[in-house]
């Protein structure tokens, strides 16, 4: 097996985009190429993640964008894993390149939804639960994030404040990231007064619907010993699955895909929570912060929701997560989600994150979840 | 890189499902692997293809299937290309298995969209062309392969009745395939008498709007070396792509990702045309069983058309093209249509296609294209 980097990696703001996902696809595309120095025809394979391209009329991008970057020629294919879309592209890129199948890589997510109004994008994202059991039901995503954050505060005794500081937390990151979606700090004051969506999560627990593209270019060591910008080893990619219906899981407390990924990932790379310097996780919710933490083996079953509120997770505490803002003011363009993570790390690493830069930077971990947890995946990386 | 063979499949009848398509993909896995004589706890990744799951308000298929084959915890991912999703899935498939990161992978392919009305089910089709340059300026399918047809016919001369002679083989093959949506013959007077679509395609060069769902087992040999049934040896999985919109293109008489993907997979194979025994070829219209079959390499340009009528790609002619009836007549769910004709070259190779099983067993080639050629995948199958 290979050693293989993220050579390249660039996004878009979050938020909305002046463009179709199509062309901010193909924009940050060309924009990772570059960061990587180099050049579209040294591509073998493109991965490109849209879940809900029909809101454009528009399906089958690889060869749009392939055809954009001057491509046509190379093989592409859609990847859709809900909100963990592109991190299963960037998985699969792992596999075709460690595996020897292609040198070089090109992974994209883009969504473009705001031209809708929110109650067909909130049907269209309520589509990656399960429809008989639950959205059929009624279900959407914060009803069942919150039915999730309950059964944690039961369990637990999970305190308002505690979920408050999370976002406080990932707004003053977001308010440092010229990426992100909601480039404010709130208090807690203000979070304690955001009006309840599905008790007990309030408005400024939950992401936002944001437009966006991210993309990074994946190659092989060998094939590229000189990337333009520092390199992201990628000590382990893993991905799993899980039942997707929360009604018929034996707990709620935590999601077992997570705990499964997390395992993987940590024996492919030989580390251990405790070797990882920032962590980027998959916060849709406030409460899904802290499920990533407890299942991710970073804090004991119930005793991850005091971190934020202690500041260990904020970018200059001893365990920052998501120092870019993450899903909850970076902002959630569905497909871009996964790869905008990896372009955080990258950022990070390539000492280009500014005012949020976190201190240390041995190993970095992300993690994406797609739906409320039937799909996870878990990435490490390290330096060259 | 290992040996790496399909060791079950399996198919609905295609037409329309009783059943969702998470019911059938589940139904059809569940058969894939009886055929393999393998248990779902042997599966170390799924990939699973549905092109409009938003038609059944249900994206995020993977788990779902997942779980009901009862290993929730197997990672999955959704590949989309368009009318050619699970063949693209398929070539994952053997990367992962080839490339020794699963020893088995399941790939699925399911579509059901026969509860809306044509008007929706043409619109969604139509979202696998290019919205600004096609689509958006009321291009459907049956208009973008027309003006291929007319392309071909000006420069070649084909002819009506060479077109005809297609659909009529094709209908004589799905007569005798119990999977197939049109299980009737038709006669070339009839063909002649058939309403024009898009001219110079008539009702009876077009395929229908099928619904349906196929599986495939990709299985590494040093893992499953006792299938239950005669395996296929995949000798070549390639895939290409080309500028999507037929404007851009410098001719329209053959599909230049075709061409390629042939290239790339008799290269593989170590392989020529002359040793294939039969195929199946992507025929959404007759003209594009035409393109196929030059664009392949196994006629000149413009010297394909006959082929049809002279009876050569006959079922018991010298060479077999769609024994089982095509996305002509067999029918075309689109992101079933790739692994289906899989399912065919199973059925073939078992001895298991009845009243169309095809003389000779040597070589077969399947090739599945997205769209008006965007992506093309080809396959190359061989005995152990």
Request: glycine share 10%; hydrophobic share 40%; with cysteine.
């Amino acid at each position: 097996m290979r050693e293989t980097w993220v050579v390249g990696a660039a996004t878009t703001r979050f938020g909305r985009l002046p463009e179709s996902a199509r062309e901010a696809a193909t924009r940050v595309s060309l924009a990772a190429l570059d960061a990587a120095g180099m050049q579209p025809r040294e591509i073998g394979h493109t991965f490109v993640s849209n879940c809900f391209g029909v809101a454009e009329r528009q399906v089958h991008l690889g060869p749009l964008v392939n055809t954009g970057l001057g491509i046509p020629e190379v093989p592409s294919a859609s990847i859709e894993s809900a909100c963990s879309s592109s991190s299963a592209g960037l998985h699969e890129a792992f596999v075709r390149v460690a595996g020897g199948f292609d040198d070089a890589v090109l992974v994209v997510g883009a969504e473009r939804l705001s031209h809708l109004d929110t109650l067909r994008s909130t049907s269209f994202f309520a589509m990656g639960a399960d429809y008989p059991f639950e959205t059929r039901n009624g279900a959407t995503f914060p009803g069942l994030y919150a039915t999730i954050a309950n059964a944690h505060r039961h369990a637990f005794g999970t305190k308002e404040e505690e979920l408050g500081a999370i976002a406080v937390k990932n707004h003053a990151n977001a308010a440092r990231n010229p990426h992100a979606h909601f480039q404010k700090e709130i208090s807690l004051a203000t979070y304690l007064a955001s009006p309840v969506i599905a008790s007990p999560l309030r408005l400024y627990d939950c992401c936002p619907f944001s437009d966006g593209a991210a993309a990074v270019v994946v190659a092989a060591r060998e094939t590229t010993p000189r990337p333009a910008s520092e390199p992201l080893v990628i000590r382990a990619s893993a991905r799993s699955g899980s039942i997707a219906d929360l009604q018929d899981r034996p707990e709620l407390t935590g999601l077992p895909a997570t705990r499964l990924a997390a395992a993987k990932a940590f024996r492919q790379a030989g580390l251990s929570a405790k070797e990882v310097s920032f962590l980027e996780v998959h916060d849709c919710f406030t409460i899904a912060e802290i499920l990533a933490l407890e299942d991710l083996g970073f804090f004991p079953k119930g005793e991850a929701a005091r971190a934020g509120a202690e500041g260990i997770t904020a970018r200059d505490g001893s365990l920052p997560v998501n120092p870019s803002g993450g899903l909850k003011a970076k902002g959630h363009p569905v497909a871009a989600t996964g790869v905008s993570q990896v372009v955080e790390v990258f950022e990070q690493f390539n000492h280009r994150a500014g005012a949020r830069q976190v201190p240390s930077l041995e190993t970095a971990l992300t993690h994406n979840v797609g739906a409320t947890g039937g799909s996870c995946s878990v990435h490490l990386f390290g330096h060259r």
